[in-house]
């Protein structure tokens, strides 16, 4: 009997879904899954080693490698071919999103909204009730307000997700 499939953990939900070679829309595309979007992020943007990619992620070292060479192997299909690309499915879990209180210096994690929470803009600091808040992330942070979030379309306290 084979083992349930493990879900990778994945920072923020995607910008771009499609990607469509110039003038080759007519052939068949490549299913890129969200997990494997994410190993290319953090191993080829971000520059991190496999061990650290894998625990971002939440799985093995192995599975990390599989997620990872499935993924170059896809893009390169596609590369080559001229097929499109289009980034959808797959098995993950969205990573919780991490505030701290401008005011009260509190630190505490939300679910994704994706899955049912609230939106970083309307989320108070559990501590002190202060809406002044920073999102941490990827060893940076940045302000909090409604003011970034615009209809899901730019990214924000829930991530830019659409």
Same mark, same amino acid.
């Given at each position: ?28 595309? @490549? *299913?890129?899954?969200?997990?494997? %979007?994410?190993?290319? #992020?953090?191993?080829?943007? !971000? $520059?991190?080693?496999? +061990? ?33 690309? @289009? *980034?959808?499915?797959?098995?993950? %879990?969205?990573?919780? #999103?991490?505030?701290?209180? !401008? $005011?009260?210096?509190? +630190? ?50 829930? $991530?830019?997700?659409?």
């Amino acid at each position: 009997m084979p083992r349930r499939r493990c879900c990778g953990l994945i920072d923020d939900a995607i910008v771009c879904q499609t990607f469509i070679p110039l003038g080759q829309s007519c052939l068949e595309e @490549i *299913i890129i899954k969200l997990e494997e %979007l994410e190993a290319i #992020r953090l191993k080829d943007k !971000v $520059g991190l080693d496999q +061990v650290d990619c894998a625990a971002s992620m939440g799985v093995s070292r192995a599975t990390f490698q599989r997620i990872l060479g499935a993924a170059r192997s896809k893009i390169a299909s596609a590369l080559v071919e001229g097929r499109p690309i @289009i *980034i959808r499915g797959g098995h993950y %879990l969205m990573k919780n #999103r991490v505030f701290e209180c !401008v $005011g009260c210096r509190h +630190v505490w994690e939300v679910e994704p909204c994706e899955t049912g929470g609230k939106h970083g803009y309307e989320i108070a600091c559990p501590e002190c009730g202060s809406m002044k808040k920073m999102k941490l992330g990827n060893g940076s942070k940045h302000t909090c307000s409604s003011r970034h979030h615009d209809g899901h379309s730019k990214p924000g306290c829930c $991530g830019g997700h659409s």
